[in-house]
């Protein structure tokens, strides 16, 4: 088993900014009678994941002073596969429910893995995994929380399908892509401030992502290759993307039930 | 011509919140000296859009203590095609600097017509009108700024083409995709606090973006009816997209040089 989630501070409990001490080694308390003063500052807990502070997500702009840095890094997207046929049968507050359902159950196995939600958009989200919380086997870490993920939605989504159309039903479950390397980290933007990830590592995830079945995470062949202890035994895929010339490898891996 | 960009407040000048007063009808001040004591609280302008303050990003779970709301509303989508391909064959300092053009160009033709952004993920973007900034004309305003778009990034777009290779160069540009109708406003997650809008309308105008050829408006038939005075002979185009079962007519919509 992989020991990163062992030695991962749980989501909520950190006293100090993980990010900022990982990344400057600066003690910036968000929780308990020192973060009071900071807060008046806004210097508060991060939504990306609750032991990361706000200046983590300014860190680059108003602590660095450059607008981007270089990193190594795990991406993971996931989303729901099958969302635009079920957002048309079924009422909107339900879809909403769903959405809620899906972002924070995979919140709960980014955040254990150390993790961040660096965006959400719809039934999608994209995480980053090494950055600004440092993780020394950051590939596993991913694919652990790409499992969790898989199992936590998993029991939820088929709730759901009872009341739904077997074609609906079929399509219906979430999707992971991975990969891991170098990437891009900055605001990318004058009008909105808040840290992503770009680069051609980030786009592989995206589209790796964009090919998973219901209920498949996809690695590319970088990613199985650092968690051996996760991906043995596991099938590959010969994938065509778009924008990419030569077909790509892809690690298909299906979280036991 | 249309008047909503006559009616709107430039980006940067209003002095009260323009989405609490055309929601709540609560003046919130975000420039000058009676914004002082709000900054403070922590109440600032948005990142979304200059004229909205950000009691309106929490303003459903704070103020109206409603998880969502339905509203009617205009959703843009716009990315850069071909950026996968691009991304392989530029460095990623030049990245960052097209991908953060991009983001300011669209900005500025969003803000200008009273739109809002709520997303950017890498190369893309989702933006809102008629939410929280009340539009009359809002599918108008909205092709309006798409043209705007258009315009703005393809001066950009062709100084970098002359540096690539021909096929490269030919995939490069950006897509819009644009519908309007009932979406569902609110968080949609309890681990993050920014809105969003979501439902099979903010899914088509996805699809239809994706399916825009570089330097292409896509806008759905319904849209099209909306906005007759900048839609009047472009062309129509039939859609097979993922998740839809009928094929969808999308009318096409290219800028003026």
Same mark, same amino acid.
């Given at each position: 088993m992989?020991?990163?989630?062992m030695?991962?501070?749980?989501p909520?409990?950190?006293?100090?900014c993980?990010?900022?001490?990982?990344q400057?080694?600066?003690?910036i308390?968000?929780?308990?009678?020192?973060a009071?003063?900071?807060r008046?500052?806004?210097?508060?807990?991060s939504?990306?994941n609750?032991?990361?502070?706000?200046?983590?997500?300014?860190?680059?702009?108003r602590?660095k002073k450059?607008?981007h840095?270089?990193?190594?890094?795990?991406?993971?997207?996931?989303?729901?596969?099958?969302?635009?046929?079920l957002?048309?049968r079924?009422?909107?507050i339900?879809?909403s429910?769903?959405?809620?359902?899906?972002q924070?159950?995979c919140?709960?196995?980014i955040?254990?893995?150390?993790?961040?939600i660096n965006?959400?958009?719809?039934?999608?989200?994209m995480?980053?995994?090494n950055?600004?919380i440092?993780?020394?086997?950051?590939?596993?870490a991913a694919?652990t929380?790409?499992l969790?993920?898989?199992?936590?939605?998993k029991?939820?989504?088929a709730?759901?399908?009872?009341?739904?159309?077997?074609?609906?039903?079929?399509t219906?479950?979430?999707?992971?892509?991975?990969?891991?390397?170098p990437?891009?980290?900055?605001?990318f933007?004058?009008?909105?401030?808040?840290f992503?990830?770009?680069?051609?590592?980030?786009?592989?995830? !995206?589209?790796l992502? /964009? %090919? &998973?079945?219901?209920g498949?995470?996809?690695? @590319? !062949?970088?990613?199985? /290759? %650092? &968690?051996p202890d996760?991906?043995?035994?596991? @099938?590959?895929r010969?994938?065509?993307?778009?924008g990419?010339?030569?077909?790509?490898?892809?690690?298909?891996l299906v979280?036991?039930?």
């Open positions: 992989p020991t990163h989630s030695s991962g501070t749980a909520g409990h950190a006293r100090i993980r990010g900022c001490w990982d400057m080694s600066v003690p308390p968000i929780r308990g009678p020192l009071v003063p900071f008046v500052f806004g210097i508060t807990r939504k990306m609750p032991n990361i502070c706000t200046i983590c997500e300014r860190a680059f702009r602590v450059r607008r840095i270089s990193a190594t890094a795990t991406i993971l997207f996931a989303d729901i596969r099958g969302y635009t046929r957002s048309d079924i009422d909107a339900e879809l429910d769903i959405v809620s359902t899906f924070d159950r919140a709960q196995g955040w254990a893995h150390d993790g961040i965006k959400q958009m719809g039934d999608g989200l995480a980053i995994f950055f600004p440092k993780i020394e086997r950051h590939v596993e694919v929380a790409a969790d993920i898989q199992r936590h939605c029991a939820a989504l709730t759901l399908a009872g009341r739904l159309d077997e074609e609906t039903a079929k219906l479950g979430v999707g992971v892509g991975i990969h891991s390397g990437v891009e980290i900055g605001e933007s004058t009008v909105r401030t808040d992503t990830a770009i680069g051609s590592v980030v786009n592989l995830a !995206a589209r992502e /964009a %090919q &998973a079945a219901p498949e995470i996809l690695m @590319s !062949a970088e990613c199985a /290759a %650092q &968690a996760l991906t043995t035994g596991t @099938s590959t010969l994938l065509s993307l778009k990419i010339e030569q077909p790509v490898p892809a690690h298909v979280a036991a039930a």
